[in-house]
């Protein structure tokens, strides 16, 4: 089936766009009429028509105008920064202003933030981040010698020896080089050039760079290109093909088969949307967002070996690399796989990413990642390069952090031990989370979840009564955007509906982060158990 012309939901639909105004969107209705404790629906209706009326009369005086706005920007939306996290900051700021609920904090686990939900920052990288940021502290003896050795360097490749230079726009050399050897450490050898490394401000940035280079049709049809993107899929891709005017190419991950790739479903889809498209690259997300699977290298030749034969560009999300968790799991790169499949699958072009911000780092708000583009065309990449050059350069703290990553503590060094303490501290909590929210959720009737082999979410199923889909209807609203916001107001917990990834049609799952500290997490499951209890029960 295909998962954009039938019946699929995604961020397009209307329960999850992400608009900062939602009093003046009527398709948000059911979801006002929810969240208005008691207040009479008419009243509500008659305040919304005036409240139009004013906007209307204010907008006419503008001179940008929404119908001014490129198509894409209209149509693109963000699930994970949707009206749910709108509302359940909103509930936040109640509780904060002593407005009593039937819980005391609000748990945001929509979104893979985890510092936010109180992970610990790797004390080396703060280290070294404050003394470049600061570097009289080099000369104190407060940090110890390789966490000052790093900070040297990093001040080293910066122009004035300062953090607040300018670098070149793929980012500063010597990260790049530290990068390219880091690429080659974990993939056994397979050589990494540093040139084809380009730092960015998040692997998000690096994507999108990517993405741009393949939005002009080609040839008589001048049919839209295509993008193949896993569904469930993190939004990301979903919005910036909308933004470019793109062609979204949704190919299913089985769900019976722990999210696993069907080369059929490969088949399938790309075969579907040759009548309106030209499909030019394919994404892969691994480990899964949101779907948590640890990809097998079975899989992946599977994947190299279909996008060599259609002639696809491939995109290789690997920002989840150093979260596996799951006994028999294991990450492959694409990059070492490729390679070791030789020709001419050696010679494909592909682009990986990663990025600062997940991993046992966390590191969000840096911004930092890196992208590394292989068997590109020259003219491509002087392209690319042009490109990346209008936005002068990627932040260069989250530079540094990603040189962190990828140059940390040797054996030996001073910080080496309890760097390598915190980092699989971590990890093994991570590894913990992800069990117990499996076994939780698979515990409690109604729910069907996958083992959460990596990354850092579960994507169970909600098995809903045919009660609760006509009520949903009523408001309005998909069944799961429903659930989602009853789960909200009842407990405090912000989820995401799986509408905003993509899923099987008559299918509903939720996302959630594996990422509240144990007990929050128990506090969390607790809540989210007793009030699923109650909804089965209400519409039984």
Request: one cysteine or more; aromatic letters at 8%; charged letters at 20%.
């Amino acid at each position: 089936m295909d998962p954009i012309h039938k019946n699929f939901q995604l961020c397009e639909s209307s329960s999850c766009t992400d608009l900062p105004d939602l009093t003046t969107d009527v398709s948000y209705r059911g979801y006002h009429n929810f969240i208005a404790n008691g207040k009479d629906a008419a009243e509500s209706e008659e305040s919304e028509n005036e409240d139009a009326t004013t906007n209307k009369h204010i907008t006419d005086k503008k001179v940008l105008k929404q119908e001014m706005v490129n198509e894409g920007i209209k149509i693109m939306s963000y699930a994970v920064r949707g009206p749910l996290m709108i509302r359940a900051n909103e509930l936040q700021r109640q509780l904060e202003e002593g407005l009593e609920r039937p819980y005391k904090n609000v748990i945001k686990a929509n979104i893979g933030d985890a510092h936010a939900m109180g992970n610990k920052p790797i004390t080396f990288i703060r280290q070294v981040m404050a003394m470049i940021t600061y570097p009289p502290l080099i000369d104190s003896d407060i940090f110890p010698e390789d966490a000052k050795a790093r900070a040297r360097t990093i001040l080293g490749g910066c122009r004035g020896g300062s953090v607040g230079s300018y670098s070149d726009s793929p980012g500063i050399e010597v990260i790049r080089r530290h990068v390219a050897s880091y690429i080659k450490e974990r993939d056994g050898g397979v050589e990494a050039d540093w040139r084809n490394i380009m730092l960015c401000a998040g692997a998000s940035e690096g994507i999108r760079a990517i993405l741009k280079l393949m939005t002009h049709p080609v040839g008589t049809s001048s049919k839209r290109p295509g993008v193949m993107i896993p569904i469930p899929q993190y939004p990301l891709y979903s919005a910036s093909l909308a933004e470019y005017n793109m062609e979204q190419v949704g190919y299913y991950l089985d769900e019976a088969k722990n999210w696993a790739l069907d080369p059929q479903e490969l088949e399938r889809a790309i075969k579907d949307s040759r009548n309106r498209c030209s499909p030019r690259a394919i994404v892969v997300i691994n480990p899964g967002n949101p779907t948590g699977q640890v990809l097998t290298k079975q899989n992946i030749e599977t994947i190299i070996r279909f996008a060599h034969k259609e002639q696809l560009y491939i995109l290789a999300d690997e920002v989840y690399q150093h979260n596996v968790y799951a006994e028999g799991s294991q990450f492959h790169s694409f990059k070492k796989v490729l390679s070791e499949m030789g020709e001419p699958y050696s010679t494909m072009e592909m682009s990986s990413f990663m990025s600062c911000s997940k991993g046992y780092m966390g590191e969000c708000g840096l911004r930092g990642g890196y992208a590394e583009t292989i068997n590109m065309d020259p003219n491509v990449m002087a392209m690319l390069q042009k490109s990346i050059s209008a936005k002068l350069c990627p932040t260069i703290l989250g530079q540094a952090c990603m040189d962190l990553v990828v140059n940390p503590p040797c054996p030996g060094e001073p910080s080496y031990e309890s760097w390598l303490e915190q980092k699989n501290g971590t990890l093994n909590s991570l590894a913990r989370r992800a069990k117990l929210v499996a076994d939780t959720l698979n515990s409690i009737e109604g729910f069907t979840c996958n083992i959460v082999q990596g990354a850092m979410y579960a994507f169970p199923q909600i098995h809903l009564p045919a009660k609760v889909i006509e009520a949903a209807a009523a408001a309005g609203q998909a069944p799961d955007v429903f659930y989602a916001f009853m789960l909200l107001e009842a407990t405090g917990i912000c989820v995401i509906p799986g509408s905003g990834f993509g899923q099987y049609p008559d299918t509903y799952h939720f996302r959630t982060t594996i990422l509240p500290q144990e007990p929050m997490i128990v506090d969390m499951l607790g809540r989210l158990k007793e009030f699923h209890v109650k909804f089965l029960k209400d519409f039984a």
